[in-house]
């Protein structure tokens, strides 16, 4: 089994930061990429951002210029630093996960925090 825990999450005026973690624990042999999905009310989860191993990054293009995502490999950490953060960002932030359980099996599980909440007020 694997544990993501987010945190970081809050309230934050339009023109604000804030930073999200998220730690992943568990069984884990490896993990090949991290990432950030956001879902607001009434709409479909979407991207945010995503980071693999080596480090490659991919961004939606709402985040482009005003989010960052890394990683600290060691501690099966992901972040996600949120700069000039609009009203329009407000949204339950989830961490997401694919995992290798074991170096017997090259098989890759996907894996979902709880979601933290991030809202922005105008």
């Known amino acids: 089994q694997v544990q993501l825990v987010e945190s970081g999450g809050g309230l934050v005026q339009a023109g604000g930061s804030l930073i999200l973690s998220c730690a992943a624990s568990g069984s884990i042999f490896s993990i090949h990429r991290m990432g950030w999905y956001r879902q607001a009310p009434g709409k479909e989860r979407e991207l945010v951002a995503t980071?693999?191993?080596?480090?490659?990054?991919n961004y939606a293009d709402s985040g482009k210029g005003r989010f960052t995502i890394s990683n600290d490999n060691a501690k099966n950490t992901v972040y996600l630093q949120m700069n000039s953060l609009k009203p329009e960002d407000t949204a339950v932030y989830y961490c997401?996960?694919?995992?290798?359980?074991?170096?017997?099996?090259?098989?890759?599980?996907?894996?979902w925090g709880q979601g933290t909440q991030v809202t922005v007020s105008s």
């Open positions: 980071i693999t191993s080596d480090n490659t990054t």
């Open positions: 997401n996960a694919h995992i290798q359980y074991s170096s017997r099996a090259a098989i890759v599980y996907q894996w």
